[in-house]
C-alpha cells in the first residue's frame, strides 16, 4: 500500500490497482486538486442535502465495498447540522485498518472510538482551528492507539487558510524524536511492517 498526501485532507491510498481518494481540495483552497482518475472518493465533510453516494463516490455513514476494499462510514452528528454532514471512515485494504478522521473538530464519542476497533493508521487534523486542537488531538490518539499517525490539514505552501505549522502538533507530543520529524513524499507500507511499532508513529507527508 501506498500513501501519497495532497494537502488539508486530501490523501491517496493505491492498492494494487485500486485508488482511493479522501477530500480533494476546492480550487479555492489554493491547492491544486489531483487530476489523476480514483476508483472511489470519500467525502468527510458534505452539503447535508441532496447526497449522493455512487460506486465512484462515498458519501456518509454505511458500509461498502469495492474491488475489495472495505469501507465503512460513521456520522458524526454532533458536528453536523441541516447545512453540512461529517463523516469518519475506516478503510480496510491488504489486511491494513486505516481511519480519516475529516474535519474532526473535537473529542470523538468512546461509542464511535469503540465501533473503530484497531486502528492502524490514523490521519489526524494536525494544524488547530477551525479543527480539532493540538492537544486534544494527541489525547484521542493516545486514546485510539494507532501504530501510524500521519497529520493533515496543516500549514503547507499555497493554502489560503490560517492554519498551525505541524510543529505546533508535534510538540504536543512531547518528545524530541517526534519534534524532528523529516517530511517524506509517500509513505508504502505492509502489514509486516507495522508489528515492530511499539507506540504511535508520526509520519509527516510532503504535499
Known amino acids: 500500500m501506498t500513501i501519497t498526501f495532497y494537502g488539508e485532507g486530501c490523501f491517496k491510498i493505491q492498492s494494487g490497482e485500486i485508488v482511493v481518494l479522501t477530500d480533494p481540495p476546492e480550487a479555492t483552497s489554493g491547492l491544486t486538486p489531483p487530476r489523476f482518475k480514483a476508483d472511489v472518493t470519500l467525502k468527510t465533510l458534505s452539503p447535508a442535502k441532496n447526497q449522493k453516494t455512487s460506486a465512484s ?3 456518509g455513514a454505511g458500509e461498502y465495498n469495492i474491488s475489495g476494499i472495505n469501507i465503512f462510514g460513521f456520522p458524526l452528528p454532533e458536528e ?14 491488504e489486511d491494513i485498518r486505516l481511519c480519516f478522521l475529516g474535519h474532526l473538530t473535537g473529542t470523538l464519542d468512546p461509542i464511535i472510538v469503540e465501533h473503530l476497533g484497531e486502528v492502524n493508521v ?6 488547530g482551528q477551525p479543527f480539532i486542537d493540538q492537544k486534544t488531538a494527541v489525547k484521542l490518539v493516545k486514546q485510539i492507539e494507532p501504530k501510524i499517525v500521519i497529520p493533515s490539514f496543516f ?10 505549522d505541524i510543529k505546533v502538533f508535534l510538540e504536543e507530543f512531547n518528545s524530541k524524536k517526534e519534534k524532528s520529524v523529516t517530511a517524506q513524499d509517500k509513505l508504502t507500507i505492509k502489514k509486516k511492517d507495522l508489528e515492530s511499532f511499539k507506540s504511535a508513529q508520526i509520519i509527516a507527508l510532503n504535499a
Not at 490514523?122 to 494544524?127: K, N, Q, V, Y
Not at 500549514?155 to 498551525?164: E, F, Q, V
Request: aromatic share 6%.
Open 57 to 59: 463516490q462515498i458519501i
Open 80 to 93: 453536523s447540522n441541516d447545512k453540512i454532514l461529517k463523516t469518519i471512515y475506516i478503510v480496510e485494504a
Open 122 to 127: 490514523l490521519f489526524m487534523p494536525a494544524g
Open 155 to 164: 500549514k503547507i505552501p499555497g493554502l489560503k487558510r490560517k492554519s498551525d
